[in-house]
């Protein structure tokens, strides 16, 4: 909420940055181990303007105040519990206890710790870090009402057929040969918003934004894919892009908006030749020079008309 201070309009938040914990919950029988790590950013929105213009700060819930909380609610959940709910839970307790904060902004990733398997089977208190992560934001306002976002962070998708580019504006800068045979990757960055609009809406089943946080992962990389046999063919980053938004939303009715960035990560043909040797490796779909700069930037992002659910 923007303030008009001394002719300015002045605007502030403070929070915790970066605050980690993990945490671990046992089976009854003590043997079965689940655990998370998460990364908790807490932002406050609060009535505190005294300790910007009057060196008074007896408004002011210390940031050091915030990163406790973080420990204190950790340790307070007995029961294994998504980031989303996490966050809300956090949320909720700095707008309901606080009379100065009017809305928390609470933002988490979690690392993406899996259950390890010996000799295929699942072990009990094992784990082993995969790659994408698992991010959330959500935003509460003292009168419960919520925006929630999930995400995805670092999902790196390869396909070395089925992909190509073509039509595009020719001009005297141009020098990519149009190709309807090319390798496609990128490392996809994704969010979406939750159609649940107060604390008190949101789903009770145990887990359900895990859950979804897998299905939307799901349906990203199937729609990426296409079936196992044949796969789908891209035309170009754009058009998969939209494909993935659009798969997301109308498999998803609770989710209200989605969107993605999909860098093009190039894999550039290697061609090599002299004048003494000629042709020393010609290019024939086979060998490539993966690149990581420059990239290109693609994103979008699609969202009902009626968000409402
Ligand atoms: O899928 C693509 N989209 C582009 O916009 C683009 N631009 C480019 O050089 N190669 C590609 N590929």
């Given at each position: 909420m923007a303030k008009e201070l001394e002719g300015f309009?002045?605007?502030?938040?403070?929070?915790?940055?970066?605050?980690?914990?993990?945490?671990?919950?046992?089976?009854?029988?003590?043997?079965?181990?689940?655990?998370?790590?998460?990364?908790?950013?807490?932002?406050?929105?609060?009535?505190?303007?005294?300790?910007?213009?009057?060196?008074?700060?007896?408004?002011?819930?210390?940031?050091?105040t915030m990163k406790n909380t973080v420990y204190v609610k950790a340790k307070e959940c007995s029961e294994q519990l998504s980031a989303e709910e996490f966050a809300i839970l956090l949320g909720k307790h700095f707008t309901s206890i606080y009379p100065q904060v009017y809305t928390a902004i609470v933002k988490i990733v979690e690392k993406p710790w899996e259950r390890i398997s010996v000799n295929g089977q699942p072990h009990e208190h094992g784990f082993k870090l995969?790659?994408?992560?698992?991010?959330?934001?959500?935003?509460?306002?003292?009168?419960?009402?919520?925006?929630?976002?999930?995400?995805?962070?670092?999902?790196?998708?390869?396909?070395?057929?089925?992909?190509?580019?073509?039509?595009?504006?020719?001009?005297?800068?141009t020098a990519l040969p149009e190709t309807r045979e090319r390798m496609l990757a990128t490392e996809v960055t994704s969010s979406w918003r939750y159609s649940y609009e107060s604390v008190s809406s949101i789903p009770q089943k145990p887990l359900y934004f895990n859950d979804q946080y897998l299905n939307v992962k799901n349906v990203l990389v199937d729609t990426?894919?296409?079936?196992?046999?044949?796969?789908?063919?891209?035309?170009?980053?754009?058009?998969?892009?939209?494909?993935?938004?659009?798969?997301?939303?109308?498999?998803?009715?609770?989710?209200?908006?989605?969107?993605?960035?999909?860098?093009?990560?190039?894999?550039?043909?290697?061609?090599?030749?002299?004048?003494?040797?000629?042709?020393?490796?010609?290019?024939?779909?086979?060998?490539?020079?993966?690149?990581?700069?420059?990239?290109?930037?693609?994103?979008?992002?699609?969202?009902?008309?009626w968000s409402k659910m």
């Open positions: 309009n002045f605007e502030q938040r403070h929070g915790k940055a970066r605050v980690r914990v993990g945490r671990v919950w046992r089976s009854n029988d003590g043997r079965r181990h689940f655990m998370v790590e998460w990364n908790v950013n807490i932002s406050l929105l609060s009535n505190c303007v005294a300790a910007y213009v009057r060196d008074d700060n007896s408004d002011i819930v210390a940031t050091d995969g790659s994408e992560k698992h991010t959330t934001e959500a935003i509460i306002q003292k009168s419960g009402a919520l925006q929630l976002t999930s995400g995805i962070e670092g999902l790196s998708l390869l396909k070395t057929t089925q992909s190509g580019f073509e039509g595009f504006i020719r001009d005297k800068y990426f894919f296409g079936p196992p046999v044949g796969g789908v063919y891209s035309a170009s980053v754009q058009s998969t892009l939209l494909q993935m938004a659009k798969a997301v939303l109308s498999r998803f009715t609770d989710i209200s908006s989605v969107q993605l960035k999909m860098p093009n990560i190039h894999f550039l043909p290697v061609n090599i030749s002299s004048k003494d040797n000629g042709n020393i490796v010609k290019f024939n779909d086979d060998v490539y020079l993966p690149t990581d700069e420059p990239h290109g930037s693609i994103e979008a992002s699609l969202s009902r008309f």
